[in-house]
């Protein structure tokens, strides 16, 4: 028995959750948050699942891995350091080099870092966060898990953009997807649980939370996904506009006097959800909002529920036949409410149904079919773990 530390870091945050491997228990998991602030904030999960929280100054991510390992200790959670043998790392983008995961060496950190600029918000982030751990557990191997990596399976014809090549062949300019981690573990379990590993599986796995992304899975390969360069590609979302005519763009900088920056990060912030309704990103309160007959929130999930079901229909006609529709993360595990603005724009043409009383009792991390018996397609909810993967990722490149 060991332990295995899976490990999120952002610019301001460092979530974890610690495993004893092989047998997959979770022994604890918390988040460091405002790094870099004096009223940062640690929580952590004791022995007896109770939430430990604190406020005090975390300089920098440095100081963030030693609270970690520190509470490890003193609340008993491990006797030693000596126990973690292996530490998995979130990284958001491995460009075209990684199809899988990777060992955390000079090449890895090089490759991560020309990256950024695909992913400045994140994969800076993600490489302080390495640094930091290795400076406190200078022994133990790390991993680097690629959010785009199971995408890799994409064919040139559906990860290159109607552009001349030397976009891609310069500027590695591409699709790459994100949540791959997600869409494979979703995937694994729709394959082995529910399709009984039958061969030539074709199933469509959408993880819908605040960012969303779905995926064509052909036996258990990606053919296709929704985001694109980036994670502003693809459906609506929270607060990312999805995809859009690329000239709004140039038309709004021209137009409106703002920067190319300045649009750029209203795409990414304040559109999607909370940009047209005008209320709210999260999916509750556009929901509430809608209900007491706000016409922008009635809009809003009515803008999102046709743009999910064009890529619904789109992916199954490229996939030739569903098996199987995957719901997960905040909103598919959650919403029975737009769950069900989707499935209806699909129901005519598609035919898809859902179990209303399945569909309404499948939430807060209940796993289980929700459409009728008489849908088209069958649909199941699965509550995603990318945590999960990065441990398990992290001991099979260990070798542990
Ligand atoms: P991300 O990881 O991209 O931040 P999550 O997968 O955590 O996003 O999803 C967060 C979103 O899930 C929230 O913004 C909210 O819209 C939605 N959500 C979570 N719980 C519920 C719920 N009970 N009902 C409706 N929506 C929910």
Known sequence: MYKIMSVNAGSSSMKFKLYEMPEEKVLTAGICERIGHDDGIF?????????IKKILPIKDHAVAVKLIMDALISNHIIDSLEEIKGVGHRIVQGGPYFSDSALFNKDTEQKIESLIPLAPLHNGPHLIGYRAFKKALPEVGQVAVFD??????????????PIAPEYYEKYKCRRYGAHGTSHKYLSEIAIKKYLKNKKDTRIITCHIGSGASLAAIKDGKVVLTSMGLTPLGGIMMGT????????????????TGKSAEEIFQEFNKQSGLLGVSQV?????????????????????IKMWSLKFSQFLSAYACRLGRVDLIVWSAGIGENASYYRQCVVDECSEYMGLKLDHQKNIET??????IISSKDSTIPMVVIPTDEEIMIARDTVRLLKL
Not at 148 to 161: G, N, R, S, V
Not at 280 to 300: F, M, V, Y
């Open 43 to 51: 929580s952590i999960t004791d022995n007896e699942g109770k939430k």
């Open 148 to 161: 785009t990596a199971f995408h890799q399976t994409m064919a040139p014809e559906d990860y290159l953009f």
């Open 280 to 300: 709210s990103n999260d999916t509750r309160d556009i929901e509430n909002a809608a209900h007491e007959g706000n016409k922008q929130a009635q809009l809003a």
């Open 363 to 368: 939430i807060r991390g209940k796993e289980g």
């Open 240 to 255: 990312r506009t999805g995809d859009m005519d690329p000239s709004v763009f140039n038309y709004l900088v021209s137009s």
